[in-house]
T-cell receptor, first 120, second 111 residues
Framework: GAVVSQHPSWVICKSGTSVKIECRSL??????MFWYRQFPKQSLMLMAT?????????EQGVEKDKFLINHASLTLSTLTVTSAHPEDSSFYIC????????????????FGPGTRLTVL | GESVGLHLPTLSVQEGDNSIINCAYS??????FIWYKQESGKGPQFIID?????DKRQGQRVTVLLNKTVKHLSLQIAATQPGDSAVYFC??????????FGAGTTVTVRA
């Protein structure tokens, strides 16, 4: 149980284009999803918190107009990198927090496999 | 701001030996901690967690120790195997269910 998927697993795009990354909770409902960015040999940095049916909350320094987040259902959140540039190349990882069971009391987040974005 | 950090960035261990990975945290208000394992090119994988009202928790081959007095967290892996080679992160529960990750320790298992 508690499986989170991401699509695509990797993407290469030209500078100036937009890229959409999907995050799905496959076997549980996620009221909250989180988006992280990870540069090579670095830790995960939280970009934003996505709550179903409401606007995402962005961390300081993250441009909300550049990284558009939509959480339209309890099992799907999307991150769109608009007008991507080479400095946006990174490993984007989502996580989902469940609505019931052990996850409620323990804030256990289940992570997706990540999406490698390369902007040329 | 306060954040979670690590004592050592790399750890080399002989197969079969025990591994100890350390983590220091600075937010005394943190009440929940998690250890994650991340293999190259993959997302973090949950290993074990511990709440602040505990000082020790054991799982399969892993033990997490929490010392709130010195704000220190450790992960012990028994009988380390080649498949344990990965980057290990400690994460700290802050507010609004956000997790703050440490820098990570790269564990390399020698055959």
């Amino acid at each position: 149980g508690a499986v989170v998927s991401q699509h695509p697993s990797w993407v290469i795009c030209k500078s100036g284009t937009s890229v959409k990354i999907e995050c799905r909770s496959l076997d549980f409902q996620a009221t909250t999803m989180f988006w992280y960015r990870q540069f090579p040999k670095q830790s995960l940095m939280l970009m934003a918190t996505s709550n179903e049916g409401s606007k995402a909350t962005y961390e300081q320094g993250v441009e909300k107009d550049k990284f558009l987040i939509n959480h339209a259902s309890l099992t799907l959140s999307t991150l769109t990198v608009t007008s991507a540039h080479p400095e946006d190349s990174s490993f984007y990882i989502c996580s989902a927090r469940g609505t019931s069971g052990r996850a409620v009391g323990y804030n256990e987040q289940f992570f997706g496999p990540g999406t490698r974005l390369t902007v040329l | 701001g306060e954040s979670v950090g690590l004592h050592l960035p790399t750890l080399s261990v002989q197969e079969g030996d025990n591994s100890i990975i350390n983590c220091a945290y600075s937010n005394s208000a943190s009440d929940y901690f998690i250890w994650y394992k991340q293999e190259s090119g993959k997302g973090p994988q949950f290993i074990i967690d511990i709440r602040s009202n505990m000082d020790k928790r054991q799982g399969q081959r892993v033990t997490v120790l929490l010392n709130k007095t010195v704000k220190h967290l450790s992960l012990q892996i028994a009988a380390t195997q080649p498949g344990d080679s990965a980057v290990y992160f400690c994460a700290e529960n802050t507010n609004d269910y956000k997790l703050s990750f440490g820098a990570g320790t790269t564990v390399t298992v020698r055959a």
